[in-house]
């Protein structure tokens, strides 16, 4: 489905990820790992669209999207869910799920909300409280709910559970396997997420923003580099 090849992103002159190379079959959950400052985030953001490849080359479907922009890659399915949650705390619950769909132009938004309201009732209690008003774990289902209605077809989802409780990152994780069960293929990082990172049957190893592992987590976790990070997995 997504294929990087050699992909290097910089931060003006600083090489935050180099020639990183890999490919994600339709359909899998694979976990990105790797300490704080490994490059996972400028990885995601990178897929995104939301920095630019400086060189190298990332393929959708065998269509080179290398220099498409992220609105694009948006509406190709690509679908970014960010560190931090980054909603916004002054509209209201229902107002940030339909922010999720501002690329879309059917008409089958507000069904849609709906269907992820039902899913995730709390939310749909609190559908006109401002969404700062909402728990962190509730903010991150919202941001989820919110990345959901642009309809992805690859879900990156970066730290989703970072800082949430046990019971709450449960339900983040059941929630990814339901997704990825009804054919989103999903990518998620994780710097220390427990046993819950077992959901993923594959992984992708980074380092020093380098890709030093990749094949099933399992084996990736074993890498010297990344087995002292991970614990309970």
């Given amino acids: 489905m997504l294929q990087a090849d050699n992909l290097t992103v910089r931060y003006g002159l600083l090489p935050a990820v180099r020639n990183v190379s890999f490919t994600l079959s339709k359909g899998s959950l694979t976990a ?9 985030s400028t990885l995601l953001q990178a897929l995104a669209g939301a920095l630019p490849i400086s060189a190298g080359t990332l393929r959708l479907n065998t269509a080179d999207i290398s220099k498409t922009g992220a609105a694009e890659r948006n509406r190709l399915g690509i679908v970014l869910v960010p560190e931090g ?29 709906a269907v992820w309201m039902n899913r995730l009732p709390w939310l ?8 700062g008003s909402l728990s962190g774990g509730e903010q991150q289902m919202l941001a989820m709910a919110r990345g959901l209605m642009a309809k992805p ?16 990152a449960a339900e983040i994780f ?16 994780g710097t220390e997420v ?8 594959y992984g992708l190893g980074m380092a020093s923003g380098e890709l030093v592992a990749f094949g099933t987590l ?15 997995v």
């Fill in 174 to 189: 059941s929630l990814i396997r339901e997704i990825n069960e009804q054919g989103v293929t999903v990518l998620l990082s």
């Fill in 85 to 113: 949650r980054r909603i916004f705390p002054e509209l209201s619950v229902y107002e940030n799920i339909l922010m999720g769909a501002y690329l879309r132009r059917d008409g089958g938004v507000k069904a849609d909300a």
């Fill in 124 to 131: 749909k209690e609190r559908k006109n409280q401002p969404a």
């Fill in 194 to 201: 427990g046993a819950g990172l077992t959901i993923c049957r």
């Fill in 32 to 40: 990105l790992v790797g300490s704080n400052g490994a490059g996972k």
């Fill in 218 to 232: 399992k084996d990736v976790l074993r890498h010297p580099e990344l087995k002292s990070s991970y614990t309970g």
């Fill in 153 to 168: 077809r690859l879900l990156l989802l970066d730290e989703p559970v970072m800082g949430l409780s046990p019971k709450m």
